[in-house]
């Protein structure tokens, strides 16, 4: 699988857009690019997955570059609550496989009142 | 529909002792992931597993560590003769078409 790389920490005002960065030059063809995050401790929660085209859905959007070395996950309204560790995965979409998750450190998203 | 649950959520033991982990996947998923996060570090991937067969276990400890997931009932992580740098919080994932949902987690404690 390949390997991504995001940024420490960032922060962001309630109430505005999150655009948390990845990048993963070495994706290949078959690979998809998976966002999970981790709140304080919890299990790590599923937000949004994608090949090639944008994804959006009740959580998030997912903006994928057209040369997919690089995605951003938009958090459109930030509350407090989403205060957590962002991970960007990129994992083959080979049936059959391990289809285990590989964790880098993230970026942790700090939501500030 | 209930999620992946895990208990039991928190567990002490003694050094030496053993420590049974359990994990029910969510209703109709077959797979099963155990991932190991130790303090101030990020997941680990230790093994993948569907009903009565370990398909990778590539991250699992080579001593003291096993998994199973039998045909009837929870998927088992036992830890035999715990040693302090076991604990940890343990998490257990179940998967549908390409995602994984985790369950709350096994925070062990070894004294």
């Known amino acids: 699988d390949a390997k991504t790389t995001q940024p420490t920490s960032m922060d962001c005002a309630e109430g505005r857009a999150a655009n948390l960065p990845c990048n993963h030059s070495?994706?290949?063809?078959?690979?998809?690019v998976y966002w999970y995050r981790q709140i304080h401790s919890q299990g790590p929660q599923y937000i949004i997955h994608?090949?090639?085209n944008n994804e959006t859905n009740e959580m998030a959007s997912l903006i994928i570059t057209e040369d997919r070395k690089s995605s951003t996950l938009i958090l459109p309204h930030a509350t407090l609550r989403d205060t957590a560790v962002y991970y960007c995965i990129v994992r083959s979409s080979i049936q059959g496989g391990s289809e285990k998750l590989v964790f880098g450190k993230g970026t942790k998203l700090t939501v500030n009142p | 529909n209930a999620g992946v649950m895990q208990n039991p959520r928190h567990l002490v033991r003694r050094r030496g002792q053993e420590a049974r982990l359990r994990c029910s996947p969510m209703?109709?998923?077959?797979?099963v992931y155990w991932y190991r996060q130790l303090p101030e570090e990020g997941l680990k991937f230790m093994v993948y597993?569907?009903?009565?067969?370990?398909?990778?276990e590539s991250g699992m400890p080579k001593e003291r560590f096993s998994a199973e997931f039998p045909k009837e009932g929870p998927s088992i992580l036992r830890i035999q003769q715990v040693v302090r740098g076991d604990s940890a919080a343990y998490f257990c994932a179940s998967s549908s078409q390409g995602r994984q949902f985790f369950g709350p987690g096994t925070r062990l404690t070894v004294l």
């Open positions: 994608g090949l090639k």
């Open positions: 597993l569907q009903k009565e067969n370990i398909i990778d």
């Open positions: 209703k109709g998923h077959s797979h």
């Open positions: 070495t994706i290949s063809g078959n690979e998809y």
